[in-house]
């Protein structure tokens, strides 16, 4: 899917190995989105993109909340509703994606896309997760 990969920066490490490394599947669908944009000799096809983030929301999210449970976390209902949130944004940005019929409105979604997950990245990652991992890091069990 994606030519060249490009690490994850330091910045979103979270120093939980498991999140960590299901973060940067996310980063790797955002620059391939990137890279497919710049690259017009790359076939433009932001379907697998959507495949991508499909599975992503469904299994990182259970893997947070499972461990959200499991540790007795005190914000789950607040992380709960921020999951809820993302995975209505890529449903409604998918939606939007399977009724385009033209590239000029495909390359509109997929600057919207972008821009989602650019967010997402900012925000989620950077600050709702990294609260998550501050209480996961404290209980030597969590890290695994």
């Known amino acids: 899917m994606i030519g060249q990969f490009i690490a994850m920066p330091d910045q979103f490490r979270l120093d939980h190995p498991a ?38 929301v469904a299994t990182h999210f259970l893997f947070e909340e499972e461990l959200m449970a499991a540790f007795h976390y005190t914000d789950t209902a607040m992380h709960h509703e921020e999951h809820r949130r993302l995975s209505e944004n890529v449903a409604l940005l998918h939606n939007r994606f399977k009724q385009a019929k033209t590239l000029p409105e495909q390359q509109q ?36």
């Open 19 to 56: 999140i960590d490394m299901q973060h940067e599947v996310l980063f790797a669908l955002y620059n391939e989105l990137k890279i497919s944009q710049e690259d017009h000799e790359m076939a433009f096809d932001l379907g697998d993109i959507f495949l991508g983030l499909n599975g992503y």
């Open 109 to 144: 979604i997929a600057n919207d896309v972008a821009q989602f997950l650019l967010n997402w990245l900012a925000h989620h990652i950077a600050e709702v997760d990294r609260k998550l991992v501050r209480h996961l890091n404290t209980l030597p069990a969590a890290l695994s």
